[in-house]
C-alpha cells in the first residue's frame, strides 16, 4: 500500500508559477514510477506528466513542454511538478499516482494509487 498526499495547489494569476509536491509513504518509493494527471470540471481527468523510477525518463503531454517539469527526489519520498506561463486552462484538481514498475505511463489505468488532489486555480 502507497498513500500519496499532494499539497502546493492554490489560486495564481495567469502567467505565474506553482510548485506542486506529492508526499509518499508505505512502501518503497523507488519502487515506483509516478505521474500526474489533472481533471477540470466537466472534463475527465487527462494526463500531464510522468516520471519513471529514478528519475532519468520523464514525459509530457504536449501541451505541457516547456511549461511543466516533473521531478522527484527518492530520498524525500516525494514527486513535484513546477508548473510554470499557467494560463487560465490549467484549471483543474491534480492529482499525483504512483505505478508499480520502472517506466512512467500515460495512462491512468497504469497507476496502482492516487492521491486526492490538490486545486490549481488560475485566474485571467
Known amino acids: 500500500q502507497v498513500q500519496l498526499v499532494e499539497s502546493g495547489g492554490g489560486l495564481v494569476q495567469a502567467g505565474g508559477s506553482l510548485r506542486l509536491s506529492c508526499a509518499a509513504s508505505?512502501?518503497?518509493?523507488?519502487?515506483?514510477?509516478m505521474g500526474w494527471f489533472r481533471q477540470a470540471p466537466g472534463k475527465e481527468r487527462e494526463f500531464v506528466a510522468a516520471?519513471?523510477?529514478?528519475?532519468?525518463?520523464?514525459y509530457y503531454l504536449d501541451s505541457m513542454k516547456g511549461r511543466f517539469t516533473i521531478s522527484r527526489d527518492n530520498a524525500k519520498n516525494t514527486v513535484y511538478l513546477q508548473m510554470t506561463s499557467l494560463k487560465s486552462e490549467d484549471t483543474a484538481v491534480y492529482y499525483c499516482?504512483?505505478?508499480?514498475?520502472?517506466?512512467?505511463?500515460?495512462?491512468?489505468?497504469?497507476?496502482?494509487?492516487w492521491g486526492q488532489g490538490t486545486q490549481v486555480t488560475v485566474s485571467s
Open positions: 499516482a504512483a505505478a508499480f514498475g520502472s517506466t512512467g505511463s500515460y495512462s491512468s489505468y497504469a497507476y496502482d494509487y
Open positions: 508505505g512502501r518503497t518509493f523507488s519502487g515506483y514510477s
Open positions: 516520471i519513471d523510477r529514478t528519475g532519468g525518463s520523464t
